[in-house]
């Protein structure tokens, strides 16, 4: 096994404890929230879909490129802007009760 | 190692830490948007951080280009065009264009390496092309059943197990023929089209009630796949940002089916819902069992002249739009000096933290939406539940009945209250396609109708009580 493989399944494995440790206590009303944004966050293929794209020269290779690139942005973007509407809302509904003590 | 290579590391381990800061604050109500904005910083670094890796053809930066410009719009119209009802779907969609895009980029990057892959390269790369080919023929199947432009029933056949088992078994066989004989195209698509096949048949069974916890799974999956194409690449925010969707994914999994009171196997393979033929077929047979039902005058002077009403939403009123009209009726109540609280179950409308998204969307004050642990004990005081568009989460034979599907399934308390109106808007059955007790409890007044209409009459009868 090589030093740099290694260190990637280093990360891979803690990475795995970090993720289940950040959110383990979560109301449910932030469930629906939390996984419209961890959904937004794998959207980061999106590296890895222009590296493919980048050094793209065969018809095969610009066609999956392309497609790849496609689905991986649609992804990212539309992962942040649906879950920014849901959490939207949060911060509306909690507006009344900050409102009337400013006055 | 160069300059250039310390600075692109160094910004992936920030864009590495903004996820994780991120998703902590996801999970707390005060800095959930907050999160979203910092994990979308975290995105932006990461991608500008690899540009100064990329050696491009002229192709490749035309294709680029193009493909962020179509992505970019679709993704941003239909993130913004979606109705809040339909936000599960949407979320479906996502997640599936993202598997899809992992499994390609495995695909490419098995074209690259050849014929005899190190074993390294090669083993992450089936693994993205099968996982990722999963979640994105699972989440549009996940995604045609929430639209409704399948039936939301679990499509069975006999010998289905069977069938999903020789097609993993052939995606082991594939999956082996890459790694130990040769990588060659035939192979790696052939494991593509299965995975995609399976991916299908997998999510078939599944019924629409489960969809959720599903989708939720399949996120969890891509997480994995993504994180399995960094190991491809040699690339480190990769494999972070994917473990680490796959990790909370996983969790978040387990939490969503311990809120419905099901273990995670029974939502998978337990075909929930199954007995729904047969419950739709006895729906014709339930109609002749003696229901009352009200008219909006007599109701309306009950829930006036009440202390204390609780409102159970459920799915039935965001399709009907009805959030608006709700609002209205338990404000016109509180004028009169009665206590109007909402119960939420853990999985009104068809998401954990659905229905409290769809009534934010109303003003429904924050401090009025109640948690189930937290109301249960008030239903016994309270004057009137009103249910509206709900069903299955105030069905008593989650208590009672041992062979129903949704047995085991905490519930509100509904019928523990002195006086109960059930807004519905026929006798149909509900999502998880079982019989309810409650509509013939004698406590029971039956109110028929599209809710948003018969709020309205409720609204103007109360006006006039």
């Known amino acids: ?103 | 190692m160069s300059g250039t290579t310390i600075a692109i590391t160094l910004a992936y381990l920030v864009a590495a830490v903004l996820f994780i800061l991120g998703l902590r604050q996801l999970s707390s109500p005060k800095s959930a948007r907050n999160g979203n904005f910092t994990a979308a910083l975290g995105m932006v670094i990461a991608l500008l951080a690899t540009i100064p890796l990329l050696h491009f053809t002229t192709a490749g930066i035309t294709i680029i280009v193009i493909g962020v410009a179509i992505g970019g719009l679709v993704g941003s119209v239909g993130a913004r065009m979606v109705k809040m009802t339909a936000i599960p779907q949407m979320v479906a969609l996502f997640n599936g264009v993202g598997g899809g895009a992992a499994a390609l980029v495995a695909v490419a990057e098995l074209l690259r390496f050849g014929a005899h892959p190190a074993f390294a390269e090669a083993f992450p790369s089936v693994f993205s092309i099968v996982i990722g080919s999963i979640s994105f023929a699972g989440s549009m199947v996940a995604f045609a059943k929430l639209q409704e432009l399948m039936t939301g029933t679990p499509i069975t056949y006999p010998g289905q197990q069977v069938v999903n088992g020789l097609l993993a078994a052939a995606i082991l066989g594939f999956v082996i023929a890459v790694l130990v004989i040769a990588s060659v195209p035939f192979s790696f698509i052939a494991l593509m089209v299965l995975a995609l096949v399976l991916g299908v048949a997998f999510v078939l069974p599944i019924g629409g009630a489960d969809m959720p916890v599903v989708i939720s799974l399949l996120n969890a999956f891509t997480g994995l796949a993504v994180a399995a194409s960094g190991f491809t690449l040699g690339n480190f925010a990769l494999i972070v940002a994917g473990t680490l969707v796959g990790a909370s994914g996983s969790l978040l999994t387990k939490l969503m089916s311990d809120a419905m009171g099901r273990s995670l196997g029974n939502v998978l393979f337990g075909a929930f819902g199954q007995v729904q033929a047969g419950a739709t077929a006895a729906a014709g047979g339930a109609q002749a069992r003696a229901v009352r039902s009200g008219n909006p005058e007599d109701l309306a002077t009950l829930l006036a002249y009440s202390r204390r009403v609780i409102i159970v939403p459920g799915y039935g009123l965001a399709v009907a739009q009805a959030q608006h009209a709700v609002r209205e009726l338990a404000d016109q109540l509180e004028k009169r000096g009665v206590e109007v609280d909402y119960a939420i179950h853990p999985v009104a409308g068809r998401m954990p933290g659905h229905m409290n998204v769809l009534l934010a969307e109303a003003n429904v004050p924050y401090e009025q939406l109640k948690e189930m642990d937290e109301i249960n004990d008030q239903f016994k005081d309270a004057d009137v539940v009103l249910v509206v568009g709900a069903n299955d989460v105030v069905n008593p034979a989650a208590r009672s009945t041992v062979g129903s599907p949704i047995y085991g399934m905490p519930i509100l308390n509904a019928d523990q209250a002195k006086n109960i109106v059930f807004m519905k808007r026929s006798m149909r059955p509900g999502f998880a396609g079982i019989d309810n007790e409650l509509m013939y409890d004698p406590k029971t007044i039956m109110f028929f109708g599209d809710a948003k209409d018969s709020l309205t009459k409720l609204v103007n009868a109360v006006k006039a009580a």
């Open chain 1, 1 to 103: 096994m090589s030093s740099e493989l290694l260190n990637e399944f280093t990360f891979f494995v803690l990475a795995i404890f970090v993720g289940i440790e950040v959110i383990s206590k979560v109301p449910t009303i932030l469930h629906t929230p939390l996984m419209s944004g961890t959904n937004a966050i794998h959207g980061i293929i999106l590296v890895g879909a222009i590296f493919i794209a980048a050094g793209a020269s065969s018809p095969v290779e610009i066609v999956l490129g392309l497609v790849a690139v496609i689905l991986a942005t649609t992804n990212v973007v539309g992962g942040f802007v649906v879950t920014d509407r849901m959490l939207e809302m949060f911060k509306g509904r909690q507006a009344p009760k900050a409102t009337p003590p400013a006055k």
